[in-house]
Every structure is written in C-alpha cells, then in structure tokens.
C-alpha cells in the first residue's frame, strides 16, 4: 500500500482499507471500518440508507447492504435490494471514513467484506501495517480496548474514543489559541475517569467477606439470580474463595464468595480463611457481612480489610432484628439492610456496589482515557506551565513518542 505523511506526522492513506473491528462471535453486533480516499464512494454503491440524507459525521444512517445491487431511489423500499439484502447501520467518523454496523454472523461479515473487496477495497486484518497505517494512534489503541470489552456500557465509552473523542480535543488543543490553563483544566477532567478507562476491558473484583453463618453466600446468589454458592445452616461451610461472574448497572463484576472470618482450627480451614484473607486484600470493594447475631462483628475490620479500597457495611438476616433485639446494636451503623433469601434490600446493595466502584460515569461522547500511555501524556498536558512544553506533551498524546 502507497501512503503519503505530512510534516505533522499524520498518515494520509492513498489506498482504501476494510477491516472487521470486533472479535469473531463475541457479541450480536460486528463492526466493519472503511476508511481512504473511495470509502465515500464505495459505501453509496453497496448501501441503501432508508431516507436520503446527506451523510453527518457521527450521525447513523440505517438502511439495507445489497452490494452491487444499490439502485438508488429516494430510499430502501425503493431500491432493488434482492434477496440477500442485510439490514445494517453505517456511521460516517470522518469524511471517508465509515464504520459499518451489522449482525455480528460470519455469513453477515464475510458477505459485506467480499462485497468491499469486489469494489476494489483492500481488505485486512485490524492489526495489520495496511490497517494501523490508516488509523491514528488514539483510534487504533482504542480500537484495541474495544476488543476485549464485555459490557454494552463499557464499550459504549471505548466506542466513544474509536469515534474521536479523545482525538479531537487533542486536535483542537492544538490548533486552538487556548491559554495553557484552560488546556490544563480540561486534561485534568479527562483525567477523572483515568480509572475507569483503564478497567474498560476489565472486571472489578467484589469480595463478600464476615463471620461464618452470615448469609455470604445466599447474597451472592440472590445478586447473580441463580445458586451459584452452596448455602447450608452450618458454619463454615465454604471453605474455598468460590466467584460469580455477573454484570451490574453495565460494569463488569466477579463476585467472590469467601471463607467466613474467624479463629478456626484445623488446617484446611484455616487454608480457606488465608485465602479468604488474600481475595480482601486484593479487592475493589469489600462487602462486610453481619447479622443480628453477630453484629459484633460489623465494623471491626481485620487487618486484610484495611488494605481494601472500598467497603460496605452490610446487616442481613434484617428481618431477626425484633426476635433478637439487643440494645448493644447500632443497627443504623450499617449501609444496607437486607434479607437475602427474600431478596429485601438487594437491588439497594446492587446499587450502593456499582456507585462504590465508580461513583460517576462519562456523558456520551466525553473524551476518556484508555491507555497507561494516554494517562501519562494527560498528565504532562496537566502539568505544563509553558505553551511549547503542553504542545508537545499534545503532539505525544497524538502520534507517540516520550509518554510510554
């Protein structure tokens, strides 16, 4: 492939490039990029959108693919699409540039891909030169995260970046006259949602921890909706660190259901409070679990706990408050209340675990960070007290350099 590069570094493909942007049979939804000089061209020849409008960056048009098949009326009932039509979505990033939204079957995307090629688009692989040469630097790592994100919410955020969010301030930094405090400012609410750029493709880990006999494990299955841990009235009976995957106002979770706290004899036992112990200290969030029968227990945070970042003070089995009313019991102490075999007070736990692992999120199509590097670059921008220092630390935040 020929490609031309300005003095700014930034690659202008002369050919144009196809390629399938989602893991193969990850997801309902596939998403194909076009992008060089005949991208325009070659999606007015093989879509039929269902209204004809001019096409709008970041504006979605939804109509049918018919390859070759386009016969161009005033919208898709009126096209002659055949039978082997494919109803899909087209979004224009750029002025030729597209990515094409479609169901996320190996017939659907081999069909569009062999339709491009026949068009004569270059089809190749994401991660190929022919590709990453095409694709800025932002785009490219965020595509990346896209990749490996397994909620509709955390990709939406990546999705955002693949769209330009965070390119486009950085190109407007640079070309705009701000003052370096006002870029400053602005790195530094980027920079509010580093965190949860960087756990995009991740799952926080949640460790519901107590005394035996509390009701760990009748949580977990009344959050995850199924018996995911084995629950007895006897103490101790998990004795191993046993996780649920589950998803929850669309973060990614695991849940890990542990050994209950206590000074036990026996080696195994104490095995399973060691990693009881380790899961803690690991943690994104602690869940403290106690009862009206053990709320000696709440509050009172082992040595693991202090280590964990977040924690929630939990009081299940609610419902034994008045059988076991005790005036040595602060029961307003806890955060939440709750019967797990009722499921009373569950969707409050849901709620309070989502807003403790990110208590805000991004508006759509806000500027986010992905990458460790883009973290840094921010930082730079962030720090810089001259003009020249902050265009630089921008120019390395847009195509690489000294923020790795």
Not at 28 to 43: D, F, K, N, R
Not at 59 to 70: E, L
Not at 290 to 318: M, Y
Not at 322 to 340: K, Y
Request: hydrophobic share 40%; net charge negative; glycine share 8%.
């Amino acid at each position: 492939m020929s490609d031309s590069q300005n003095d700014s570094n930034v690659v202008v493909p002369t050919t144009t490039t196809a390629s399938l942007l989602t893991g193969v049979g990850r997801s309902a939804i596939a998403v194909i990029g076009i992008t060089g000089p005949l991208a325009a061209e070659t999606i007015e020849q093989c879509f039929a959108p269902a209204t004809k409008r001019p096409f709008r960056q970041g504006q979605i048009r939804y109509g049918n693919w018919c390859g070759d098949a386009v016969s161009h009326g005033d919208s898709a009932d009126s096209t002659s699409i055949g039978q082997a039509s494919e109803s899909v979505v087209v979004l224009p990033i750029e002025q030729q540039e597209f990515e094409i939204h479609c169901h996320g079957g190996i017939a659907a995307t081999s069909r569009i891909l062999d339709d491009l090629r026949q068009n004569g688009v270059h089809v190749v692989d994401w991660q190929s030169e022919h590709w990453q040469a095409a694709t800025p630097l932002l785009i490219r790592e965020s595509k990346e995260v896209l990749c490996r994100c397994t909620t509709a919410r955390s990709a939406a955020i990546a999705l955002d970046q693949v769209r330009g969010a965070l390119l486009n301030w950085c190109r407007q930094s640079l070309q705009a006259n701000a003052s370096v405090d006002a870029i400053q400012r602005e790195a530094h609410e980027i920079l509010r949602f580093a965190e949860l750029g960087l756990r995009l493709p991740d799952r926080f880990g949640v460790v519901l921890a107590g005394p035996p006999n509390v009701g760990k494990s009748s949580l977990i299955n009344a959050i995850v909706g199924y018996d995911r841990s084995i629950t007895m009235d006897q103490p101790g009976t998990t004795r191993d660190v046993l996780q649920a995957n589950t998803v929850i106002d669309g973060l990614a979770i695991r849940l890990s259901d542990t050994a209950g706290i206590r000074d036990g004899d026996g080696e195994i036992e104490q095995e399973g409070i060691r990693r009881a112990n380790q899961a803690i200290a690991d943690a994104d969030l602690v869940v403290w679990v106690a009862t009206p029968l053990q709320f000696e227990a709440a509050g009172i945070a082992p040595g693991c706990i202090d280590s964990a970042r977040s924690k929630i003070d939990v009081l299940n089995k609610a419902d034994l408050l008045e059988q076991f009313a005790n005036p040595d019991l602060d029961a307003n102490s806890f955060d939440i209340h709750t019967v797990a075999t009722l499921g009373q007070g569950v969707p409050e736990l849901m709620a309070a675990i989502c807003h403790a692992l990110v208590p805000e999120f991004p508006a759509s199509r806000a500027a986010v960070p992905t990458t460790l590097r883009q973290v840094q670059c921010l930082k730079q921008i962030q720090a810089a007290n001259d003009p020249q220092t902050q265009r630089n630390a921008l120019q390395e935040l847009l195509v690489g350099g000294g923020c790795g």
